[in-house]
């Protein structure tokens, strides 16, 4: 026979005493810290490339058995997926329900198939920034390649043609404007990563700076 009263006492204790600290937010959509907005900011270095489709290339090298490089046509020729996700910004806004399409990077990473020595890869744009990832997390099946968002083409200040989304990961891990995908065996941090935020960028666990 179970000791009840002992049972009962525990769990009213619990309620009075609220969910532990940092407990609030796992059940909730919203991450900690973060508000939510409906109007897509833009946050990015402040150079917008203009990458016409006739010049837009998109390129997986390094660690891998075949190079893929692929001009538009090729890439719209790939499986195309929809895939609705929500988008959190370090700087603590994020918007739910975004509706990407594209191409799911897991897909083009098998065109490319990687050598089993490559653990991560460095995601290149057209206005020079990169960024960071380990290999399991571009392969998430929700990271999509996305050239369309809320059922239209992406504009230029979002990142068009194509760009990177990685819904796990705060957007600075979303590259815009994405014009190669390197693979290496070794973790090499990209722009903002080098200026200390933080590798991972979880927005579960509220991991914005490496120092924090
Ligand atoms: N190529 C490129 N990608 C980028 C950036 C950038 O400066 N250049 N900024 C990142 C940051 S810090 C954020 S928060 C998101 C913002 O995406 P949005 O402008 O579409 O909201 O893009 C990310 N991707
Ligand atoms: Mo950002």
């Given at each position: 026979m179970p000791d009840w009263k002992k049972l009962i006492e525990a769990k009213i204790a619990l309620a009075r005493r609220?969910?532990?600290?940092?407990?609030?937010?796992?059940?909730?959509r919203l991450p900690a810290g973060q508000t939510l907005v409906t109007n897509f900011p833009v946050l990015d270095l402040g150079v917008h490339p203009e990458v016409s489709l006739e010049r837009w290339s998109l390129r997986v090298h390094g660690l891998v058995e075949q190079e893929v490089l692929l001009d538009w046509q090729a890439f719209q020729a790939l499986p195309q997926i929809e895939d609705i996700s929500d988008f959190h910004c370090v700087t603590r806004w994020s918007q739910f329900d975004m509706n990407w399409e594209g191409v799911r990077a897991r897909d083009l990473l098998a065109l490319a198939?990687?050598?089993?020595?490559?653990r991560h890869v460095t995601l290149h744009s057209y206005d020079g920034y990169t960024t960071n990832l380990s290999l399991e997390a571009l392969l998430d099946d929700d990271v999509i390649v996305a050239h369309s968002v809320l059922g239209a083409p992406l504009s230029k200040m979002h990142g068009g043609p194509v760009r990177l989304v990685?819904?796990?990961?705060?957007?600075?891990?979303?590259?815009?404007?994405l014009k190669a995908i390197e693979l290496h065996a070794e973790d090499r941090p990209g722009f903002w990563e080098e200026r200390g935020?933080?590798?991972?960028?979880?927005p579960w666990k509220e991991e914005r700076f490496s120092r924090d």
């Amino acid at each position: 026979m179970p000791d009840w009263k002992k049972l009962i006492e525990a769990k009213i204790a619990l309620a009075r005493r609220g969910a532990p600290p940092g407990k609030q937010h796992s059940d909730s959509r919203l991450p900690a810290g973060q508000t939510l907005v409906t109007n897509f900011p833009v946050l990015d270095l402040g150079v917008h490339p203009e990458v016409s489709l006739e010049r837009w290339s998109l390129r997986v090298h390094g660690l891998v058995e075949q190079e893929v490089l692929l001009d538009w046509q090729a890439f719209q020729a790939l499986p195309q997926i929809e895939d609705i996700s929500d988008f959190h910004c370090v700087t603590r806004w994020s918007q739910f329900d975004m509706n990407w399409e594209g191409v799911r990077a897991r897909d083009l990473l098998a065109l490319a198939q990687p050598l089993a020595d490559a653990r991560h890869v460095t995601l290149h744009s057209y206005d020079g920034y990169t960024t960071n990832l380990s290999l399991e997390a571009l392969l998430d099946d929700d990271v999509i390649v996305a050239h369309s968002v809320l059922g239209a083409p992406l504009s230029k200040m979002h990142g068009g043609p194509v760009r990177l989304v990685v819904p796990k990961r705060y957007a600075w891990k979303s590259a815009k404007w994405l014009k190669a995908i390197e693979l290496h065996a070794e973790d090499r941090p990209g722009f903002w990563e080098e200026r200390g935020y933080h590798n991972e960028a979880d927005p579960w666990k509220e991991e914005r700076f490496s120092r924090d």
